[in-house]
């Protein structure tokens, strides 16, 4: 079957330091893959995605790469902001768009000024 | 434009008792799908729609749970006879025909006491 292993949290990290959340995956079939963030009080939302592999996904100064080889899709922000706070998801799904989600437990971030 | 609403957003049941959890789609999106999300877990997949088509009903996790959408717009999800392992945060999604972006709800708090 399909599953998504990430790292544990809490991660806790300072104002403008360099963030890594591990996320690697098992797929029956080619995947498309997902990271997506849940801000204190709101919704799940889409933060960047791959379709394909060595894609890179980015958006808001956060990037992830898609590694067939290594089946994995770390996420990744060179100096994180107090803003970023929240739990991060990372989900995958097989059969093209429109076809389900398979998410990982979540890492909650928090940043501190 | 209005996000995805759901409704309610926070419901408690004693044991026994039936429960219907609503959710309003974005307008015109084709898709919606259904988790379920334990405390401190990612969200799990129930089961998932096109237009008035229930295509994937995999993740229901037994009888008791039902979930209809009978003019492709607004869904119901229905869990009769609720008991303690139920209790979980319940979310929808919609998305577009042939886009890889969910768009999440808010999610309704279930408890079952």
């Known amino acids: 079957g399909n599953s998504v292993t990430q790292m544990e949290g809490p991660v806790t990290l300072s104002e403008e330091a360099f963030l890594t959340i591990n996320c690697t995956y098992t797929a029956t079939g080619y995947p498309s893959l997902f990271w997506y963030v849940q801000y204190p009080g709101e919704g799940l939302q889409l933060l960047l995605k791959a379709t394909k592999a060595d894609d890179k996904g980015s958006n808001k100064g956060f990037e992830a790469t898609y590694r067939k080889e290594t089946t994995s899709f770390h996420l990744e922000k060179g100096s994180v902001q107090v803003s970023d706070s929240a739990v991060y998801f990372c989900?995958?799904?097989?059969?093209?768009?429109?076809?389900?989600?398979?998410f990982g437990k979540g890492t909650l971030l928090t940043v501190n000024p | 434009g209005a996000g995805v609403s759901q409704s309610p957003r926070y419901k408690v049941a004693k044991r026994g008792q039936d429960v219907a959890l609503r959710c309003d789609p974005i307008s015109g999106h084709v898709s919606l799908f259904w988790y379920q999300q334990a405390l401190g877990q990612g969200p799990e997949f129930l089961t998932y729609?096109?237009?008035?088509?229930?295509?994937?009903k995999s993740g229901l996790p037994s009888d008791r749970f039902f979930a209809e959408r009978p003019e492709g717009s607004v869904s119901t999800l229905k869990i009769q006879r609720t008991q303690q392992e139920d209790s979980a945060v319940y979310l929808c999604a919609s998305a577009r025909r042939g886009s890889y972006e969910q768009y999440f709800g808010p999610g309704t708090r279930l408890t079952v006491t």
């Open positions: 989900a995958l799904s097989v059969g093209g768009s429109n076809y389900k989600l398979t």
């Open positions: 729609f096109q237009n008035e088509a229930q295509l994937d």
